[in-house]
């Protein structure tokens, strides 16, 4: 077997690959076998048919096409292999040559990583946010805290906003009801703007027992799309009653005695969470460092499919919510369909960009995965997908998803190592420890861990794996050969 490879660019490759005739044996033996499975002839048992014979009977040529189909993807794999190509995508295969009891000639043109020249990571460094906690936060987290402990009271007036109203709902497109439109004693928090558009406005100033009709855009379901009317009537109208901020509230709402001491310990884990964020940021803006130090040729016909497959996958989902994509767009907000493809093709391209990055500085320092590294991330993943570990490594396994996993890791690691020898300072010239980042045993919170908290075991490598897994969820892992 010979081969050569042609650069046509610098993320495709042409290879020209010549098998001979004796090479084909293997591929002749599994195509004649299964043949002689098929096809049967009188005066032979199956499978005893002589290669003659069937060759005679179905025809030369159609044993050679085989043959083709056969040996090529092997052929492929072993130049591909031979020459540490790292392909991306399936190749456009064309046989250029094929004499009978001589040789086999084809081409395969594929997509293919590119060669990065990477700058000095030796002396990184970024600036990040400093870490302030102010009086309007602690604030705002005690607010949270009373809320849970308010109390609903029935009221005589008309509804406001922060009331909590129980309403029946009545929709029509003509004089047809919509069951799917209508329910009776729902509860609904007045100004919450989170159940369908113009209820707030409708709502507002009714009594118990009154009612109001307002227009809607149906946002799903077989009329999506359509103007309903919508009748809302009011059958009570309560406000919520909050405790008095004093040294009870704190001793009732936490394990502490006094507001002072419940108002220090919120004010400590808000500064715990910002030096989270703090860690965030700096990893951020390290990806965001790389991204601009580093010339990444872009594969366009990798991106192109990925898109094209994002695109497939959305409008399934989208038809499945009984939505097109003007009454998605108008619920996003997004100007055009153009916009969301360009802001999607940004999307796509960044990630792309990062891996390619993330492989080539993993390649230069020789990053290698080991057990420990993989199981540490099955876990966390398992925990996030809200399944056992043993359960994400079998899903991983039927999918065939094992190797792209692996490098997914790969590039966690690499990302957490030169995040660690990143220099991190804030805004006041401060140098940040990462060490802050790393697990460590903290006394329980007083309020749900939350609202004021993201979570306190949260290691640098942790940070890392957002930041690569972030890129091959946007992508699928794209660059998947």
Known sequence: MKSTIEELGPTRVRMAIE????DLDHAFGEVYKELGKQVR?????????????????????????????????????EVVRENQVRVLGQPDIEVTK???????????????????ELPALDELAVTVDDVEVTDEEIDQQITVMRERFGMLQAVERPAQDGDFVSID???KLGDEVLEDGSTTGMSYEVGSGNLMEGLDDAVRGLSADESATFQTALLSGPNSGETADVTVTVRSVKEKELPELDDDFASTASEFDTLAELREDVRTRLGRTKVIQQ?????????????????VPMPENLVEREIEWRNQAFEQELKGAGMDWDTFLSMSGVESK????????????EAVRTQFILDAIADAREVTVDNDDLSAQIMAQAQRNRMSPEQYAQQLQQGGN?????ADVRRTKTLAQLLEQTTITDASGNVVDLEALRPKTVQAPAADESDTDEDDDI???ALASEAAEGATEDTEDVTKA
């Open 19 to 22: 098998v001979a005739w004796g």
């Open 41 to 77: 002839v009188p005066g032979f048992r199956p499978g005893k048919v002589p290669n003659r014979v069937l060759d005679q009977r179905i025809g030369r040529p159609v044993v050679l096409e085989q043959v083709v189909q056969h040996a090529i993807p092997e052929v492929y794999s």
């Open 98 to 116: 094929l004499e009978d009891n001589d040789t086999l000639e084809f081409t395969a043109e594929v997509d293919v990583a590119p060669q990065l």
């Open 169 to 171: 709902l009545e929709a």
């Open 279 to 295: 860690g965030a940021q700096a990893r951020d803006k390290l990806v965001e460092h790389l991204l601009e130090a580093v010339e």
């Open 338 to 349: 153009e916009a969301y493809d360009a802001d999607q093709r940004k999307n796509v391209e």
């Open 402 to 406: 094992i190797a792209e996993f692996v």
């Open 459 to 461: 290691a640098v490598e």
